[in-house]
C-alpha cells in the first residue's frame, strides 16, 4: 500500500487555478521526485499534503497519507501529523528558523509537543538528532541562536526538526536551492542517509532534474499544474518518451554554439588585475581589542583580452562578487592595482573613470531587482549612455535603445513598456541590452541565469554566446554552477577563500581539477548524463 | 534600522482603479476634502461674523438659528468652527512642510553617505526626539511669547527627525539593490542616484508618511492652543473653543462637543486617508488583506 | 551584548548633554534680566549688579554652562524666582503626582492594546478584528484632552462616581488619592492604546508571514501556541519601539492633561511658571522631562537587547 496517494488533486487560489488532476504517489522508504519549473505548482502540492495552503485556496480530489483522508481531515488531525508522521523541510534556511529562540528550544519543541516528554527527556532527544544532523555538542550546544549559524548549517536544524521524530514521510521543498554545489551535496547526502536509517518516504520536490535524477527512484514531472510524466527515474529520463521531458533535459546540458573560440595570446590583454585585495573591518570580539580585519579578496591577479571568455567559479562567500565589484570599480581595493587596456583605474575620480565605465559593463543575477520600476523601458536601458562624451539627441537616443533591444532579440515596442510588463527571461535580456548599449569590450555577469528556469536559461546562454561572436564583447561569468562555466568559458578561474586557487582551460579544470577546491567543485556538482548513467545501473 | 521595502510595480491607471476600491481611502478623501472646502468657504462665507460679540446671545443651546449653540460670547459655534479649520490645516501643512522640506534631504543625504555623516546626522535625530513637540512649543514661547507661529514652529522641528528617518530607512533599503549598481556602473553619483532612482521609489513612503504627520499636526496644534501655547484670541481655533468650554462643561456641553467633533473627523478622515494610500500603494499590506 | 549597551549607554549621554546645552542656549538668548526680574522694577542698578554677581552672572558662558550643567547632576536646579525656594523641593512636591499619572497610563495603555492587538490579528479580517480596528482608528484621532473632557462630564458631572478635579494628596490615602487620579489616566491610556493597539496588530500580521511560523506549524504545533510561542515575541520589537516613543507623547500628555483636571503635577507647575516668567523653574522642568525621555529611550534600547539575540551579537 502507498504511504501517500493524491489522486485527481486539483487546486484553486481565488479564481486561479493551480493545480489541475495531479496524481502523485510515494511508497513507504521510497524516494520520489517532483520536478517543475517555477510556476508549476510543486511548492503548491507539498503545502496541500501539509494543509497549509493559504487562506482563498481551494482543494479538491483525494489525498490520502496512510489512509487518512487529508483533505477532510480536522485541524486537530493535521496537527497530530505534521512534525510528527510528515516532516517537512524548506527552501530558505535563512528565514526558517525563529531568530528569538534557541536551536535547542527549536528542535525540542516539536518533540515535547507530540511525545509529551519532560524538558530534560526533549532536550536530551534534541542533542542527539543534532549531532545526527552534523551539528556535534561541542561546536552547536543547544543554547545557540540561528543567526549564529551559517546558511548550510542552519538547514542542517531544519532538517533535525523535520526527523526529530522519524517520520514516516518527508518533503522537503528545494532543500538545497538557496546553497553553493557543496553545501547542496552535503545536504544531499543527509538526506539520503537519513531516509534509508529511519525508513522514510521522501517527496524531493526540486526544479534541478540533475539532483532529483541522483536522489529519485521514481520522478514525476509538472508543468502548469498538470503532471506530464511519471514513472521510475532511469527509464523516463532515457527513454524520454514526452516531449516536455525532452525539452527539460536538452536544456539542462545545453552548451550553446560559439563556431569562433578565442585564441589566447593573440592581443594585448583588454583587463589586468595585479594583486589586488579587500579587507572589511570585522566584528570587534572585546571592547579593548581592536578588530581583526576580513580579507574577502586576497592577492587576487588575473587577466582577461579582448574576446575573450572567463569564468569565475567558487562557493558562495568565497569572495568572487566582491572581486567583481572591484574590477566595475564599484568598490575600491585595499591593495594591488586594475589596468583597463593599460590604464590604472582605481583610486581615480568618478569622472575620469567615464572612458572605462563606457567599455566595461555589468549584468546581474537578479532580473527583479535589477531595474527601476518606477522608469520605463528606453530610460533603463538608455543610462549608461550618460557615459558617452557628446549625449544623443532624444530621437538618436531612442534610435540606440532600439537598435540594442534588436540585439538582445526585443522590439522597439518594449521600450515605453514598464520592466514588470516582462518576463523573467525578457528581463535578462533588457539587462543585456542596458550593458551592451554602450558597446563595451567587457561585460561582467554576476550569476547571470541562476535565477532562471533552465529553458530560459539556455536561451540566454545563447544570446550571450552569439554578441560574443557577432561584437567580440569579453565576459567574465561569476558563478558556482559548472555547467555555465563548461558552456560558455573559455578559461576559468577557481576562488576560495578570497585567492585564485587555480587558473586554466576549461575542458582541463573542469576534467581534472587540481587545487582541492576545484576537486571539491566538480566533484558536488550535479551532472545530468553521470546521474542518469548511474541510475541506469542501480535501475537496469 | 532596517526596512524591508516592496517596491511597487504598477501603472497610474492600475493604482486609480485599485483607489476606486477601497473604502478607506474614499472615506478619508471625501472628509478631507470636506473639511478643506469648509476653510474655504470660510473665507468668504460664515453663518454669522466671528468677530462680533452678541453678549444677548451668549451660551445658548444648539437651534435652528445656531446649529451647534454659541459660546460665552454670543459667537455662533458653527462659524467659529469654520474659520477655525483654516488655522488647524495651516498650522499642520506648513509644519509637513517644514518636516518634509528640511527632514527628507538630510535622510536622503545620511543613507548615501553612509559612515561618519550618517551616525551625525542620527544623533541630532536622537536630540530632537527628546523634546516633544509641547516641550519645544515651551520653550519657544517662553523667548518669543505665544502665538500661532510658534505652534507651526514647534511642531515642524519635531517632524523633521520623523521624515529625516522615514526617508533614510527608505533610501537604505534601497541602496543596496541591483539597479542601484547598474546606475553607478553607469557613471551616475550620489546625487544624481538619489534624485533620479531612490526619491522616486521613496514618493510613497513620504505620501503615507505626511498624511500621518498632517493629523498628528492638528491633534498637536488643537493640544497646543488649548494650553495658549498656540492660535491667540480673537483668532478661532478649536484647541482655544475647548478651553473656553472646560470652565462651562455644566451649562453649555455644545462649546466643547462640536469643536471636539470637528478634531476627531478631520483626524480620523487624514488618517483613513493615510491607510487608503498605504493600502492601495504597498503591495505588501494589500497581501495581507 | 556588552558592547551595545555600551554604545547606547554612551549615545544617551551624549544627546543628554547636548540637550542640555540646547536649553541653556534657550534660555540665554532670552530677553530680560534675570536679576532684575527677580529684585522687581523698583530695585536700583547698583542692587541688579550686586544679585548679577552673586548669581554668577556675569561669569563667562562657558562657565555658566559648567556650573548650571554641574548643579543639574547634584540636583541643585537654583531658586525659583516667584517661590523663592530651591526648584528642586517645587519638583519634589510635584513629581509625586505626574510620574505616577504617566506610569499608570503607560501600564493601562500597554494591558489594553497588547491583547487586543493579538485578538485583532488571530481573527484577521473577520467581524471582532473589524470592529476592534474600527474602534482604534477613532481612539486614534481623539484629542485626549478633549475626551478627558467628555469624560469628565460623563463620570463626574452625570455620574459623579468620580472627583472632576484637583487632588488629595497621598496624605489623603491611597485610594483616594488613585480615585483622583483614574479620569486623567484613563484620558492619557486610551488614545494610546488605539495607536499601539494597531502596532501589535500589524507587526502580529507581518511576523506570522514570515517563514519560520510555517516551520512551527508544519512541527505540528497549533496555531493559537505558533503565536503565543513564535509570533509575539518578533512581534515585541516594533512594539517596543511605538512604546519608546509614546513615552515622549505620554509626558506632553500628562502636562496637559494635569491642566483639565486641575492636578498639582509638573504640568500646572511649568504652565505657572510661564504666566509669572520664572524661567529657572520652566527650563529646570523642560530638562528634566527631556532626560526622562532620553532614560525612556535608553530602557528600550536595552529591552531590546533582551528580546532580539541578534542585538546581544551586534556590536
Redesign the interface.
Known amino acids: 500500500m502507498s504511504l501517500l496517494e493524491i489522486e485527481n488533486l486539483s487546486l484553486t487560489i481565488g479564481a486561479t487555478p493551480i493545480l489541475k488532476g495531479v496524481e502523485l504517489t510515494v511508497s513507504p522508504r521510497e524516494v520520489v521526485g517532483l520536478v517543475g519549473e517555477s510556476g508549476s505548482g510543486k511548492s503548491m502540492t507539498a503545502l496541500t499534503i501539509m494543509q497549509l495552503l493559504p487562506h482563498l485556496a481551494r482543494a479538491e480530489g483525494r489525498v490520502a497519507f496512510d489512509g487518512i483522508d487529508i483533505l477532510g481531515a480536522t485541524e486537530d488531525q493535521m496537527c497530530a501529523l505534521r512534525g510528527d508522521d510528515i516532516g517537512m523541510v524548506f527552501q530558505e534556511p535563512m528565514t526558517a528558523l525563529n531568530p528569538v529562540k534557541t536551536i535547542g528550544e527549536q528542535v525540542a519543541e516539536g518533540i515535547r509537543w507530540h511525545t509529551k516528554a519532560g524538558r530534560a527527556e526533549a532536550e536530551d532527544r534534541a542533542r542527539k538528532i543534532l549531532d545526527r544532523v552534523g551539528l556535534p555538542e561541542a561546536k552547536f550546544p543547544l543554547s545557540r541562536y540561528p543567526h549564529q549559524l551559517s546558511g548550510g548549517q542552519r538547514q542542517r536544524v531544519v532538517i533535525a526538526i523535520a526527523c526529530a521524530l522519524k517520520p514516516k514521510l518527508l518533503i522537503a521543498d528545494e532543500p538545497t536551492t538557496a546553497l553553493d554545489v557543496v553545501l547542496q551535496a552535503q545536504i544531499l547526502d543527509l538526506l539520503r542517509d537519513l531516509v534509508r536509517e529511519n525508513r522514510m518516504g521522501l517527496l524531493l520536490i526540486s526544479h534541478d532534474l540533475a539532483v532529483v535524477t541522483e536522489m529519485a527512484d521514481r520522478l514525476t514531472i509538472l508543468r502548469h499544474g498538470e503532471v506530464t510524466e511519471a514513472g521510475d527515474t532511469a527509464r523516463t529520463l532515457s527513454e524520454q518518451q514526452h516531449p516536455y521531458t525532452r525539452e527539460l533535459a536538452l536544456a539542462s546540458m545545453h552548451v550553446p554554439a560559439r563556431p569562433k573560440p578565442h585564441l589566447a595570446g593573440s592581443a594585448k590583454p583588454l583587463l589586468e588585475v595585479e594583486g589586488i585585495g579587500r579587507d572589511y573591518p570585522g566584528r570587534r570580539k572585546s571592547l579593548f581589542r581592536p578588530a581583526q580585519p576580513i580579507r574577502a579578496v586576497d592577492d587576487v591577479s588575473l587577466t582577461i583580452e579582448p574576446a575573450q571568455s572567463v569564468a569565475l567559479v567558487g562557493r558562495s562567500g568565497c569572495g568572487k562578487s566582491t572581486l567583481a565589484r572591484m574590477i566595475l570599480a564599484l568598490d575600491k581595493p585595499t591593495a594591488g592595482t586594475i589596468r583597463y587596456r593599460g590604464e590604472a583605474i582605481s583610486g581615480k575620480a568618478e569622472a575620469e573613470l567615464k572612458p572605462a565605465r563606457r567599455d566595461m559593463q555589468v549584468v546581474f543575477q537578479d532580473p527583479y531587482g535589477s531595474f527601476d520600476p518606477r522608469q520605463k523601458v528606453e530610460k533603463l536601458v538608455a543610462e549608461p549612455l550618460h557615459l558617452l562624451e557628446k549625449q544623443p539627441a532624444a530621437a538618436e537616443r531612442r534610435e540606440m535603445v532600439a537598435h540594442a533591444l534588436h540585439e538582445v532579440g526585443l522590439g522597439p515596442r518594449d521600450m515605453d513598456k514598464y520592466p514588470h510588463e516582462f518576463s523573467g527571461g525578457q528581463r535578462q535580456r533588457l539587462s543585456i541590452a542596458r550593458a551592451i548599449i554602450t558597446r563595451p569590450k567587457l561585460v561582467v555577469a554576476d550569476e547571470p541565469v541562476s535565477a532562471l528556469d533552465v529553458s530560459i536559461r539556455a536561451q540566454i546562454l545563447d544570446l550571450f554566446a552569439e554578441l560574443n561572436q557577432k561584437l567580440g564583447i569579453a565576459y567574465l561569468f561569476i558563478t558556482h554552477d559548472l555547467t555555465v562555466a563548461r558552456a560558455m568559458a573559455d578559461e576559468v578561474l577557481v576562488m576560495h577563500e578570497g585567492k585564485i586557487v587555480e587558473r586554466g582551460k576549461t575542458p582541463d579544470v573542469l576534467d581534472h581539477p587540481r587545487s582541492e577546491a576545484a576537486r571539491a567543485l566538480v566533484a558536488a556538482a550535479p551532472d545530468l548524463h553521470r546521474a542518469i548513467a548511474r541510475k541506469m545501473q542501480e535501475q537496469g | 534600522m532596517t526596512m524591508r521595502i516592496d517596491l511597487p510595480e504598477e501603472t497610474i491607471a492600475g493604482v486609480l482603479a485599485k483607489a476606486f476600491g477601497n473604502r478607506s481611502f474614499l472615506i478619508g478623501l471625501a472628509i478631507t476634502l470636506l473639511i478643506v472646502a469648509v476653510a474655504l468657504i470660510s473665507f468668504f462665507w460664515t453663518p454669522y461674523d466671528v468677530t462680533r460679540l452678541v453678549i444677548a446671545d451668549k451660551t445658548q443651546a444648539p437651534s435652528w438659528a445656531h446649529w451647534f449653540g454659541t459660546d460665552h460670547f454670543g459667537r455662533d459655534i458653527l462659524s467659529m468652527i469654520m474659520v477655525g479649520a483654516r488655522n488647524s490645516i495651516a498650522v499642520a501643512l506648513v509644519a509637513v512642510g517644514i518636516g518634509m522640506g528640511i527632514g527628507v534631504p538630510l535622510g536622503a543625504f545620511a543613507a548615501a553617505r553612509g559612515g561618519i555623516v550618517d551616525e551625525a546626522l542620527m544623533r541630532v535625530n536622537d536630540l530632537v526626539f527628546a523634546f516633544p513637540a509641547l516641550l519645544s512649543a515651551i520653550m519657544i514661547t517662553a523667548i518669543f511669547g505665544p502665538g500661532a507661529v510658534n505652534a507651526i514652529i514647534a511642531i515642524g522641528i519635531f517632524n523633521i527627525p520623523v521624515f529625516a528617518r522615514v526617508a533614510r530607512a527608505g533610501a537604505l533599503a534601497i541602496w543596496p539593490r541591483e539597479f542601484i549598481l547598474a546606475a553607478r556602473a553607469a557613471g551616475k553619483g550620489m546625487t544624481r542616484i538619489t534624485v533620479e532612482h531612490i526619491l522616486p521609489n521613496i514618493a510613497t513612503l513620504l505620501l503615507v508618511q505626511g498624511t500621518i504627520q498632517f493629523a498628528l499636526g492638528i491633534l498637536a496644534e488643537a493640544g497646543l492652543s488649548y494650553v495658549g501655547l498656540g492660535a491667540q484670541p480673537p483668532m478661532p481655533s478649536w484647541g482655544r473653543m475647548l478651553f473656553d468650554a472646560q470652565t462651562r462643561m455644566v451649562i453649555a456641553p455644545w462649546m466643547a462637543i462640536f469643536p471636539g467633533m470637528a478634531i476627531v473627523i478631520t483626524v480620523l478622515g487624514l488618517n483613513l486617508l493615510g491607510d487608503g494610500l498605504a493600502d492601495i500603494l504597498d503591495p505588501k499590506s494589500r497581501r495581507r488583506r | 551584548m556588552?558592547?551595545f549597551l555600551?554604545k547606547r549607554l554612551i549615545?544617551a549621554a551624549?544627546?543628554l548633554v547636548?540637550?542640555s546645552m540646547?536649553?541653556f542656549a534657550?534660555?540665554e538668548?532670552?530677553?530680560g534680566d534675570a536679576a532684575r526680574l527677580m529684585l522687581g522694577l523698583n530695585a536700583s542698578a547698583d542692587q541688579v549688579e550686586v544679585l548679577r554677581n552673586q548669581m554668577g552672572l556675569n561669569a563667562p558662558l562657558v562657565l555658566r554652562y559648567l556650573h548650571w550643567a554641574g548643579g543639574l547632576l547634584s540636583l541643585d536646579f537654583g531658586r525659583s524666582y516667584t517661590y523663592s525656594v530651591p526648584v528642586i523641593d517645587l519638583v519634589r512636591e510635584r513629581v509625586v503626582v505626574s510620574l505616577p499619572l504617566a506610569l499608570i497610563a503607560l501600564a493601562l495603555s500597554t494591558v489594553i492594546a497588547i491583547p487586543v492587538g493579538v485578538f485583532s490579528a488571530s481573527r484577521?479580517?473577520r467581524t471582532g478584528d473589524t470592529l476592534a480596528m474600527g474602534a482604534a482608528?477613532?481612539g486614534?484621532?481623539?484629542?485626549n484632552?478633549?475626551f478627558a473632557?467628555?469624560l469628565?462630564?460623563l463620570f463626574a458631572?452625570w455620574l459623579r462616581l468620580v472627583p472632576a478635579g484637583g487632588f488629595p494628596g497621598w496624605g489623603a490615602g491611597i485610594w483616594t488619592a488613585l480615585k483622583s487620579l483614574i479620569l486623567p489616566a484613563v484620558a492619557l491610556a486610551l488614545p494610546q492604546a488605539a495607536i499601539l493597539g494597531r502596532v501589535a496588530r500589524s507587526a502580529l500580521?507581518?511576523v506570522l508571514?514570515?517563514?519560520?511560523i510555517?516551520?512551527?506549524?508544519?512541527?505540528?504545533?497549533?496555531?493559537r501556541?505558533v503565536l503565543w510561542?513564535?509570533a509575539l515575541?518578533?512581534a515585541m520589537i516594533p512594539v517596543l519601539t511605538i512604546l519608546g516613543?509614546q513615552f515622549?507623547?505620554l509626558?506632553?500628555?500628562t502636562?496637559?492633561i494635569e491642566?483639565?483636571f486641575y492636578l498639582p503635577g509638573l504640568g500646572r507647575l511649568?504652565?505657572q511658571a510661564?504666566t509669572q516668567r520664572d524661567?529657572i523653574v520652566?527650563e529646570s522642568i523642560?530638562m528634566l522631562?527631556?532626560a526622562a525621555?532620553?532614560l525612556i529611550?535608553l530602557l528600550v534600547d536595552f529591552s531590546y537587547a533582551i528580546?532580539?539575540?541578534?542585538l546581544r551579537?551586534r556590536?
Open positions: 556588552t558592547a555600551v549615545i551624549l544627546t547636548l540637550a540646547v536649553v534657550v534660555m538668548v532670552l530677553p484577521q479580517g482608528q477613532l486614534v484621532a481623539v484629542p484632552f478633549w473632557l467628555m469628565i462630564y458631572v500580521i507581518e508571514n514570515e517563514d519560520y510555517r516551520t512551527a506549524r508544519a512541527k505540528g504545533l497549533p496555531y501556541a510561542r513564535h515575541r518578533n516613543l515622549a507623547f509626558l506632553a500628555g502636562i496637559i491642566n483639565v511649568i504652565f510661564i524661567l520652566v523642560v522631562l527631556v525621555v532620553i529611550n528580546v532580539d539575540p541578534r551579537a556590536q
